[in-house]
């Protein structure tokens, strides 16, 4: 099947730092999304984003299909945003990455 | 709108028993997701339906599970027997209405619920 990896495992920031997720996959794929999960375990559908760029906020992701990977940007950095960032793809079937560990420090 | 709802939040059961998991979508969506989350095996898309039918149930891991959608307002997802590595959170979400398959529009997750299973 296809290999979806997602660098860093886990990322520690100060809050107002900039960060870049990375999400690379093995195959083409008809769907690419990305998930924030709080520490409280809520899941939030974050972008659906096949290819190209888009923003939310401070919130942007970009993703290359041709080159086979997703970026996440987080700009100005929140306490706020900590959690677990995980990428999905779908080619048919349905697969996530182990997500990047993301925390914001006051 | 008060959001996807889950119910149980927490379901306690011994192996063998038949478990039966509850969801109600926001109000005009057409999709309805179900996934499971493990440490072992991270999240996992189970099931999702479009418009009450099931499109991609390629995720469910035996014939252990099943889906139902009886209407636009509700999903069950029932395991029988249960067995201890079903112990997961289970969640629901829902999106739509755009109409594409698979739905292109953002998913609003429940808040899960923990099974355990002894």
């Known amino acids: 099947g296809i290999q979806v990896e997602q660098s860093p495992p886990d990322l520690i920031l100060q809050e107002g730092a900039n960060s870049t997720l990375r999400c690379n996959f093995s195959?083409?794929?008809?769907?690419l999304q990305w998930f924030h999960q709080n520490p409280w375990g809520q899941l939030i559908n974050l972008f659906y984003?096949?290819?190209g760029t888009k923003q939310n906020g401070r919130l942007s992701a970009t993703t290359v299909a041709t080159e086979r990977y997703s970026l996440l940007y987080i700009s100005s950095s929140q306490t706020t945003d900590s959690g677990v960032y995980f990428c999905?793809?779908?080619?048919?079937?349905?697969?996530f990455g182990t997500g990047t560990s993301l925390t914001v420090i006051p | 709108d008060a959001g996807v709802i889950q119910s149980p939040r927490h379901e306690v059961t011994e192996m063998g028993q038949e478990v039966t998991l509850r969801c109600k979508p926001i109000?005009?969506?057409?999709?309805l997701f179900w996934y499971r989350q493990t440490m072992m095996r991270g999240l996992e898309l189970l099931i999702y339906?479009?418009?009450?039918?099931?499109?991609?149930d390629s995720g469910m891991p035996e014939d252990r599970f099943s889906a139902k959608m009886p209407n636009a307002s509700f999903s069950t997802l029932k395991i029988q027997p249960s067995e201890p590595r079903d112990s997961a959170v289970y969640f629901c979400?829902?999106?739509?209405?755009?109409?594409?398959?698979?739905?292109?529009?953002?998913?609003?997750f429940g808040p899960g619920t923990r099974l355990t299973v002894l």
């Open positions: 195959d083409s794929v008809n769907n």
């Open positions: 339906f479009n418009n009450n039918v099931p499109i991609d």
């Open positions: 979400a829902s999106s739509g209405p755009s109409g594409t398959l698979p739905s292109t529009d953002t998913q609003y």
């Open positions: 984003i096949p290819s």
């Open positions: 999905a793809v779908d080619i048919g079937q349905f697969y």
């Open positions: 109000s005009g969506h057409n999709s």
